[in-house]
């Protein structure tokens, strides 16, 4: 269930029942910006519940940029980042471009 309190169920994941890492791997997108198996693997913990594990602690850093505790998964948000670092090249080399978007925060 999501959430937002509305009782809707979310489909994670949808499409990709059963696939293995190596099918993943094998993408367009993932051959195309030559991500390594480790950084495939990566983005997909974080297409998950994990993604929490991720971001709170880096969201919940003291003022002085210090961390409480020891980040509980470097090596993957390290592998994240370049994953995204890759793609992002190879979507500024296609030409394209971002589309401006407006996004609306609550406050």
Not at 2 to 27: P, R, V, W, Y
Not at 43 to 68: H, K, V
Not at 82 to 102: D, N, T
């Amino acid at each position: 269930k999501d959430n937002t309190g509305s009782g809707a169920m979310l489909i994670q994941d949808k499409g990709h029942g059963g696939m293995m890492l190596e099918a993943f791997c094998k993408m367009p997108q993932a051959e195309k910006s030559r991500l390594d198996k480790h950084e495939v693997a990566a983005l997909r913990i974080y297409t998950t519940s994990s993604f929490r594990c991720i971001n709170d602690p880096l969201r919940n850093q003291r003022s002085n940029g210090a961390q409480e505790d020891p980040y509980p998964l470097p090596k993957t948000t390290r592998f994240i980042y370049e994953a995204l670092k890759k793609m992002r090249a190879v979507h500024l080399e296609s030409g394209s471009r971002f589309k401006p978007r407006y996004l609306w925060r609550g406050l």
